[in-house]
T-cell receptor
Framework: AQRVTQPEKLLSVFKGAPVELKCNYS??????LFWYVQYSRQRLQLLLRHISRESIKGFTADLNKGETSFHLKKPFAQEEDSAMYYC???????????FGAGTQVVVTP | DVKVTQSSRYLVKRTGEKVFLECVQD?????MFWYRQDPGLGLRLIYF???????EKGDIPEGYSVSREKKERFSLILESASTNQTSMYLCASSASPNTEAFFGQGTRLTVV
């Protein structure tokens, strides 16, 4: 069965410290994974996807098929990174997404 | 800029009422989705549509139905609202399965 697990409900970090959000998945096919972000009072938006292999707002995420993980990392957290982050897995050819439970990130000065 | 617009930000309805949540997108997207967002559960897919008048059940379709009479509009219907349907509802659209999904601002529904 396909599943996305985000083990941390809340991550509290200091400004300038590294931050890593964990995401593990189970999927029998070739996975396509995404990170979505929701800032306070804003709509959910795509942060990055593994196939583009780009860095957005200083965040990177590497797909590790051996560990079935897609962790999101940023070396130096900023206060504007405070948000809810969702890991998502594309589960079929229609583009349906399976989301994790989400991780709330709070960056304190 | 893609716009996905949900007709209401907040709704309060009584148990047993029929409730309509409306979503409109302005980018001629083929695919449209309805999710509900609950703390600790993330987003769960209720229904999606890949074309006008076409719909498919998602993971939690019970108690819901949908309508897509025009390409730009996707409606979620709660036939008889219940308190366990109190939630944030998010609509999304995408041009194709391989492109980004764009989300609406959400409708917070409270059923009393």
């Amino acid at each position: 069965a396909q599943r996305v697990t985000q083990p941390e409900k809340l991550l509290s970090v200091f400004k300038g410290a590294p931050v890593e959000l964990k995401c593990n998945y189970s999927y029998s096919g070739s996975p396509e994974l995404f990170w979505y972000v929701q800032y306070s009072r804003q709509r959910l938006q795509l942060l990055l996807r593994h196939i583009s292999r780009e860095s957005i707002k200083g965040f990177t995420a590497d797909l590790n098929k051996g560990e079935t993980s897609f962790h999101l990392k940023k070396p130096f957290a900023q206060e504007e990174d405070s948000a809810m982050y969702y890991c998502a897995l594309k589960t079929d050819s229609w583009g349906k997404l399976q989301f994790g439970a989400g991780t709330q990130v709070v960056v304190t000065p | 800029d893609v716009k996905v617009t949900q007709s209401s930000r907040y709704l309060v309805k009584r148990t047993g009422e029929k409730v309509f949540l409306e979503c409109v997108q302005d980018m001629d997207h083929e695919n449209m989705f309805w999710y509900r967002q609950d703390p600790g559960l993330g987003l769960r897919l209720i229904y999606f549509s890949y074309d006008v008048k076409m719909k498919e059940k998602g993971d939690i379709p019970e108690g819901y139905s949908v309508s897509r009479e025009k390409k730009e509009r996707f409606s979620l219907i709660l036939e008889s609202a219940s308190t366990n349907q109190t939630s944030m509802y998010l609509c999304a659209s995408s041009a194709s399965p391989n492109t980004e999904a764009f989300f609406g601002q959400g409708t917070r529904l409270t059923v009393v």
